[in-house]
């Protein structure tokens, strides 16, 4: 037993007498939906178009020596993009105007594992990877009624909804780091499949991120 607690304290003191930096986060996000596939079958539909979000929050970074780090982090993301050549027509309605858009507001988690070394003169580099964990507060699909009876929008979640709140994606980065804040270049590789019905989606996303740390 004394052992045991001897090995553990010396392993927490090693990661509290090891580096440690809080930073703040911003980021423009590219979304790319995948295409539309069948569960069933192979035949794939390119059903929407790329569209644009953003994200603001936080990072803890735990270095594990001068190079490798672990990163875990909490973010609020505001995600859109639009469906591709798409027309609803209600015969009350009239003709809804074409190519509806998605609108999304939730929480990403990323934890991401990294190694940081010299890329240039005075330039340090970061790379890294792990996933991230999104959960959806509120999301819709909004279209203008061009019978005049006003805006209109379907929620994406809820009993009657057709996405699932919950998605998991993986990441990869790259990041350099300046005197003012570290620029990084990412992409979210979506692994959770979104619909809840036969068919099939993931969500992707480049994303390029300032990010201060203390």
Same mark, same amino acid.
């Given at each position: ?107 990403? !988690?990323?934890?991401? %594992? =990294? ?5 240039? @003169?005075? $330039?340090?580099? &970061? ?57 990084? !270049?990412?992409?979210? %590789? =979506? ?5 809840? @019905?036969? $068919?099939?989606? &993931? ?12």
């Amino acid at each position: 037993m004394k052992k045991s607690l001897t090995i553990l304290a010396i392993i927490l003191s090693s990661l509290f007498a090891s580096a440690q930096d809080w930073g703040i986060r911003a980021a423009f996000d590219i979304n790319v939906p995948s295409k539309v596939g069948g569960r069933l079958n192979n035949e794939k539909l390119d059903l929407f178009r790329t569209g644009f979000g953003g994200t603001v929050g936080a990072v803890y970074t735990h270095w594990f020596g001068n190079s490798v780090f672990l990163e875990p982090g909490a973010s609020i993301y505001y995600d859109t993009y639009s469906y591709k050549d798409l027309t609803i027509i209600d015969a009350p309605a009239g003709v809804v105007e074409s190519d509806p858009s998605v609108y999304k507001l939730g929480v990403r !988690i990323p934890l991401v %594992i =990294g190694y940081s070394y010299e890329f240039l @003169d005075n $330039l340090p580099m &970061r790379v890294y990877t792990g996933p991230e964990l999104s959960y959806a507060f509120a999301g819709d699909i909004r279209f203008k009624d061009k019978a005049a009876i006003g805006d209109m929008a379907w929620s994406l979640f809820g009993k009657d909804g057709i996405m699932n709140r919950v998605d998991c994606a993986w990441k990869i980065g790259i990041g350099f780091d300046t005197d003012i804040a570290t620029i990084g !270049i990412e992409a979210a %590789i =979506g692994m959770t499949d979104l619909y809840k @019905d036969h $068919l099939t989606l &993931r969500e992707n996303r480049l994303t390029l991120s300032l990010t201060h740390y203390f």
